[in-house]
C-alpha cells in the first residue's frame, strides 16, 4: 500500500513545496509552512470526451441590467458604512476577529433587523440550535424568518443553500467547515481554502450574500492561506481589546466599496451598539491641566476622527533609554524624536520616551506626525497645551511642516467638537478661507512656530 505524500503549503501566500522551508521562496514570510495531505490530481479529460462550448454564455456589457437594488440593508449604519453601503447580493464577505470581540454577536443582531423581509439560514459548526437560540435570546432577536442549521459538511450545506434558497446566508465559521472526499483534517489549508471556494460559487451561482466568520492565529492574521481573502470579494476585521467595550471594524479588502472606512462599535450586555460620535467617545475622560496631551485629526474613509494623543518623557534608568508606543508607528516615533534633536536642539538621550493613542485607535496617517510632537514636546518641557487646541500636519526631516489632505472637513470636525484653535500647515492654509470657521486657524511652516503657541 503507497504512503500518503505529504507537501508543504505556506499559509500566507498559499505556495506549495515537497519539503520544509523555513523562508517561503514566493512571498519569502518566515516559518510559514504546514505539514498537509496531498490530494491526488484530478484526471484530465480525455481526447475522445467533448469539451463544453460555453461561447454562448458570453455577454455584451451593454446588455446586462444593472439592478438598482442590489444591496440589503444591514440595519446597523456603522457596518453597512464598512461594507459600501449594505450587503451586496451574491458577494462572499470574510468577517475575521479574535474570539470574544464580537462576530457572532453582531451577525446575530443583523438577522433581526433582516428578517423583517428577508430569509436568513444561519449555519453553525461550533455551537448547538439550543446554544445559539438561549444567545438571540439574550440579544432580543425573535424574528421568525431566521433559520438555524448545526453541520460541518460543506458540500452538504452548499447544497441545503441552492435547495432552500435563502436570500441571505452566514456560515460561523470557515474552519469547522470540511470536504470529506479532502483527506485532510478541518481546519487545514486545503480544508479552509477549498470550502471557501465552494461558498464562493455557491454565492455567484445562486446570487445570495453568504457571510463566513473565520478565526485568527497569534498573529492576528486569519487563519488559513492568504489565497482565502482572495477568493472573496470582501474582508473585515474586528479590532480591539476584549477588556474594553469599544470595537473597531475594518474592511482590508472590498470590491464593492472603500477600504478606508471604519466602523465603531460598543460592547454592552445586549450586544453591540453602534458609535454615531466616535470623536466624543475617544475624547472623553481626558486629563485636566496635564501636560504632554494633545488631540489630532484623523481621515478615517471621508469620516475625520479626533483623537488624544499622550507622551511621557521620563529620566531614563537603563544605559540605553526605552521607546514605547501604543497606537502609532515606533519607526516613525523614532524620526520624529531624531527631528526634535537635531533642529530643535531638544536632547532626549537620556529620557525614557512613551506614547499612547487613547482609546485603542492607531494613528497611521501623516497628519498625526504634529500632534505627537508637540505632545513630546509639551512632556519634556512640562508645558501644557490648551485643552481647545487641536493639531495637524505631516513633520519633514527638516523640521517642516507639510500639507495634508481634506483639510476642511478636518476643521469642520474639530469647530464641531467645540475646539477654539487649529494648528495647520502654511501650505494647506491657502485653499481655504479662515472667516467661513469659527476657530482660530493658525498656519505654521515649521516646528519652532507650532511650539511657539505652546504658553
Not at 467533448?50 to 457596518?79: F, K
Not at 478606508?260 to 466624543?280: T, Y
Not at 485607535?361 to 512632556?379: N, R
Not at 470657521?437 to 511657539?452: D, G, M
Amino acid at each position: 500500500m503507497a504512503k500518503s505524500r505529504y507537501i508543504y503549503t505556506c499559509n500566507q501566500c498559499g505556495y506549495e513545496s515537497s519539503k520544509w522551508n523555513g523562508k517561503c521562496p514566493s512571498c519569502g514570510a518566515w516559518n510559514s509552512f504546514e505539514e498537509d495531505v496531498a490530494e491526488k490530481p484530478s484526471s484530465n479529460r480525455s481526447a475522445s470526451q467533448d469539451i463544453p462550448d460555453i461561447s454562448g454564455n458570453i455577454l455584451e456589457l451593454a446588455d446586462i441590467g444593472a439592478d438598482i437594488d442590489v444591496r440589503y440593508d444591514t440595519g446597523i449604519g456603522e457596518l453597512n458604512r464598512v461594507l459600501g453601503g449594505g450587503l451586496v447580493k451574491g458577494s462572499l464577505v470574510l468577517l475575521g476577529g479574535e474570539p470574544g470581540i464580537g462576530k457572532s454577536t453582531i451577525l446575530l443582531q443583523i438577522c433581526q433587523y433582516l428578517g423583517e423581509d428577508h430569509s436568513i439560514l444561519y449555519v453553525s459548526g461550533e455551537e448547538s440550535a439550543r446554544q445559539i437560540k438561549l444567545r438571540a435570546d439574550r440579544l432580543g432577536v425573535d424574528t421568525e424568518n431566521l433559520y438555524l442549521l448545526t453541520s460541518t459538511d460543506a458540500e452538504a450545506i452548499a447544497s441545503t443553500i441552492a435547495n432552500s434558497a435563502p436570500d441571505i446566508a452566514i456560515i460561523d465559521s470557515i474552519q469547522t467547515m470540511s470536504i470529506s472526499r479532502i483527506s485532510s483534517s478541518p481546519a487545514s489549508l486545503t480544508q479552509v481554502r477549498e470550502c471557501t471556494n465552494l461558498f464562493m460559487h455557491t454565492a455567484k451561482d445562486q446570487e445570495i450574500p453568504i457571510i463566513i466568520v473565520g478565526h485568527v492565529n497569534k498573529d492576528g492574521a486569519i487563519a488559513g492561506p492568504k489565497v482565502m481573502e482572495h477568493i472573496v470579494d470582501a474582508v473585515l476585521y474586528f479590532e480591539g481589546e476584549r477588556h474594553q467595550s469599544y470595537r473597531l471594524l475594518r474592511a482590508v479588502k472590498n470590491r464593492f466599496g472603500s477600504t478606508n472606512e471604519i466602523g465603531v462599535f460598543e460592547m454592552i450586555d445586549k450586544g453591540l451598539r453602534e458609535v454615531a460620535n466616535p470623536s466624543q467617545m475617544l475624547l472623553a475622560g481626558r486629563p485636566h491641566n496635564v501636560s504632554g496631551c494633545c488631540v489630532a485629526c484623523v481621515m478615517e474613509g471621508s469620516r475625520p476622527i479626533l483623537a488624544e494623543v499622550q507622551a511621557l518623557a521620563a529620566k531614563t534608568s537603563y544605559s540605553a533609554p526605552r521607546r514605547m508606543a501604543t497606537g502609532f508607528d515606533f519607526n516613525r516615533l523614532s524620526i520624529i524624536i531624531a527631528v526634535l534633536e537635531k533642529r530643535l536642539g531638544i536632547f532626549m538621550g537620556t529620557l525614557d520616551v512613551y506614547l499612547n493613542i487613547v482609546g485603542g485607535f492607531k494613528l497611521d496617517e501623516p497628519a498625526g506626525d504634529l500632534p505627537v510632537a508637540m505632545a513630546l514636546y509639551s512632556g519634556i518641557m512640562d508645558k501644557q497645551i490648551d485643552e481647545q487646541l487641536i493639531a495637524f500636519g505631516e513633520i519633514g526631516l527638516g523640521g517642516e511642516i507639510r500639507s495634508v489632505s481634506h483639510i476642511t472637513q478636518r476643521i469642520r470636525e474639530a469647530e464641531r467638537m467645540g475646539f477654539k484653535t487649529c494648528i495647520i500647515p502654511k501650505q494647506s492654509a491657502a485653499s481655504i478661507d479662515p472667516n467661513e470657521y469659527n476657530i482660530e486657524i493658525i498656519p505654521v511652516s515649521t516646528l519652532k512656530q507650532a511650539f511657539s503657541v505652546i504658553k
